[in-house]
Each structure stands twice: as C-alpha cells, then as structure tokens.
T-cell receptor, first 113, second 111 residues
C-alpha cells in the first residue's frame, strides 16, 4: 500500500528536550515536505526536499532542522523545542515537481510544555 | 497580502444543496491549483486538481479556474453530510517546489 508514515502520532515533551519526528514514504517520491498546521493559519511549509541531500527552507523554518540522507526518509528535528512549536505536523511527498500532487502522512500532534 | 486566501467560514448548507467555496491567489505565474478535504483530526486528502482555465468536473465536485482574475473555486453539488469537512485551497507558488495553502473553509452539511 502506498503511504507516508509519520512517527510518533502524539508527543508531549518539555522545553529544550531534543526530539525527532520521522517520516517515510514507500512511493519512491523525489519531493518531500514538512508542514505545521495551526488554527486559523492553515498549513505552513517548514522545509522541503527535492531529492537526496537537497533541502531548503519553507515559510517557517526557524527552530527546525531536516535531513534527507535516503530518498524514502525525511526526519524533522527540533533541537530545542519551545512552547510555540506546539502544533500539528504533517509530512508530505509527491512524485513530480510540476504537478506537485502531495500525499500526506497521518500527522503528529506535538505539545511542548 | 497572503499568497492564498479563502472565503471565511464556516459555511452551512442543507443536504442536497450546492456548497460554493472560493479562493484567490497572489502569484500571477501559478500554474497548478488544488482542493484538499480535511476531516477533523485527519490529514488532508486531494479531491481536485486543475491546471487550465475553465471548469473541471469529477462526480459531485466541480473546480473552476480563472487565471486572469487569479481565482479558483470549488462547487459541491448535492451536498451530503459526509461532505462536512474543512476544504483547503492550495496553489503552486513559483518556483515549482512550493505549495501554498489557504487557511481553509469549514463546511457543515445539515441533514
């Protein structure tokens, strides 16, 4: 089954404790992206990757890091989480850049206390 | 100015009626336009994509695109309670790798 898998689905942590949210896709997609979703603000892009070892900032990259060492994986790293990073996070992937139809993971709900 | 703006909701329609959702965008060179549906607590799922001016129909859904007016809309005909969700407009902002989303319009279909 074609899918984008995120883990964990739910996470409660404390300020400053480094965490990683994993994302994996089994569709051999080149393009992957991370979004956060907050009430009234819609989906905002954090980082994206066009291929292995190629990443770039989206609209709200501050406080986040990513890596793309393998085509299928695109982890999101919060080196020192803060309460304003409490949000719902989605990973997405797409096969092409031109049409950019994105497939989303189930989401990770993060709370930073 | 936001890159993608949607008409504010929530939108409440009776079952069987037409729900009309609107979206405007700021980037004149955008080429790809999408409507995603998101149920509460779930991830967005693509329901329509449109790339050229005019109408595109898929079942009860019709997307309309007018690039000159920088406007894209979604019509849901014969609305069903299962259509109750938040609808997100997304636009491919140049260069091609960025997809910008509107804040979403929540639709409630009354039985």
């Amino acid at each position: 089954e074609a899918q984008v898998t995120q883990n964990p689905r739910y996470l409660i942590t404390v300020t400053g404790k480094k965490l990683t949210v994993t994302c994996s896709q089994n569709m051999n997609h080149e393009y992957m992206s991370w979004y956060r979703q907050d009430p009234g603000l819609g989906l905002r892009q954090i980082y994206y990757s066009m291929n292995v070892e190629v990443t770039d900032k989206g609209d709200v990259p501050e406080g986040y890091k990513v890596s793309r060492k393998e085509k299928r994986n695109f982890p999101l790293i919060l080196e020192s989480p803060s309460p304003n990073q409490t949000s719902l996070y989605f990973c997405a992937s797409s096969a092409t850049l031109a049409k950019n139809i994105q497939y989303f993971g189930a989401g990770t709900r993060l709370s930073v206390l | 100015q936001k890159e993608v703006e949607q008409n504010s909701g929530p939108l409440s329609v009776p079952e069987g009626a037409i729900a009309s959702l609107n979206c405007t965008y700021s980037d004149r060179v955008s080429q790809s336009f999408f409507w995603y549906r998101q149920y509460s607590g779930k991830s967005p799922e693509l329901i329509m994509s449109i790339y050229s001016n005019g109408d595109k129909e898929d079942g009860r859904f019709t997307a309309q695109l007018n690039k000159a007016s920088q406007y894209v809309s979604l019509l849901i005909r014969d609305s069903q309670p299962s259509d109750s969700a938040t609808y997100l407009c997304a636009v491919n902002i140049s260069p091609d790798y960025k997809l910008s989303f509107g804040a979403g319009t929540t639709v409630t279909v009354r039985a």
